[in-house]
């Protein structure tokens, strides 16, 4: 079983079967000297992690990548997020590089013709720049999100940036983060209710039919090609 300990031993230290409120505790004590970060694409996830992190009442930063195509109820979410919790820094690391010059560079609809280079200028190169300057990355994925990421881990280090990464809901499950966004009145994207497990890009998200809350599935996500990931995260999507 893998294990994690801070500078002062093995008093501190964490396993992968750590409660999660334990290893968000750690995280907060063991890195407080360093630069630590968490990323959202304000997924049901990326809501419930950003809770659990804010009930320590410890000033942290939250990255996001206005991809300039979010939906409207992602912004509304947003804003939520922000008056909630007001210790909590939101910085949009977006691009800037707007749809109309973009489409001068590379073609109209280019999520269409190369949906790969889209994500790169909209999403994974943004993420280059914050992840430059970070020691320690928060991230909510979980391994049963998808098989690319089954093989997570709760602390590893990730070297396509060259951070450490720790995702402390890497063994939930959709339905158990469900519980805890109503147990917890955690604010969350609307369209969630209307079919939407997962909420990327207005283009290329869809909603999936029959598709329900605490579902959670990316069908509906690049849905007219063969990509099924951004690339964030080592070839590997938020």
């Known amino acids: 079983?893998?294990?994690?300990?801070?500078?002062?031993?093995?008093?501190?230290?964490?396993?992968?079967?750590?409660?999660?409120d334990q290893v968000i505790a750690w995280t907060l004590e063991r890195f407080a000297k360093h630069k630590l970060t968490m990323t959202s694409s304000f997924g049901m996830e990326g809501c419930?992690?950003?809770?659990?992190?804010?009930?320590?009442?410890?000033?942290?930063?939250?990255y996001y990548l206005d991809t300039m195509f979010f939906f409207p109820e992602t912004y509304t979410l947003r804003d939520q997020l922000v008056d909630?919790?007001?210790?909590?820094?939101?910085?949009n690391a977006g691009t800037t590089l707007t749809p109309e010059e973009q489409a001068k560079q590379y073609g109209e609809e280019l999520w269409k013709t190369d949906p790969d280079m889209c994500c790169k200028i909209r999403k994974v190169d943004p993420m280059a720049e914050v992840m430059a300057d970070v020691d320690v990355w928060i991230s909510g994925l979980r391994r049963s999100q998808s098989v690319t990421r089954a093989n997570l881990r709760l602390v590893e280090w990730d070297w396509k940036y060259n951070v450490l990464k720790v995702s402390p809901l890497f063994k939930w499950e959709r339905e158990q983060?469900?519980?805890?966004?109503?147990?917890?009145?955690?604010?969350?994207?609307?369209?969630?209710?209307?079919?939407?497990?997962?909420?990327?890009c207005t283009h290329c998200t869809k909603p999936v039919e029959g598709s329900k809350l605490g579902e959670y599935s990316r069908a509906g996500r690049w849905k007219d090609s063969e990509k099924t990931e951004c690339g964030l995260h080592g070839g590997e999507g938020i």
């Not at 079983?1 to 079967?17: C, H, K, V």
Request: proline share 7%.
């Open 1 to 20: 079983m893998e294990m994690y300990m801070d500078s002062r031993g093995l008093a501190n230290a964490i396993t992968e079967d750590t409660p999660t």
């Open 177 to 200: 983060v469900w519980e805890y966004i109503t147990k917890h009145d955690v604010p969350y994207n609307k369209l969630h209710e209307q079919g939407y497990p997962t909420i990327g």
């Open 84 to 91: 909630r919790y007001p210790h909590i820094k939101f910085v």
């Open 48 to 62: 419930a992690l950003i809770d659990m992190y804010a009930k320590h009442n410890v000033p942290m930063t939250v």
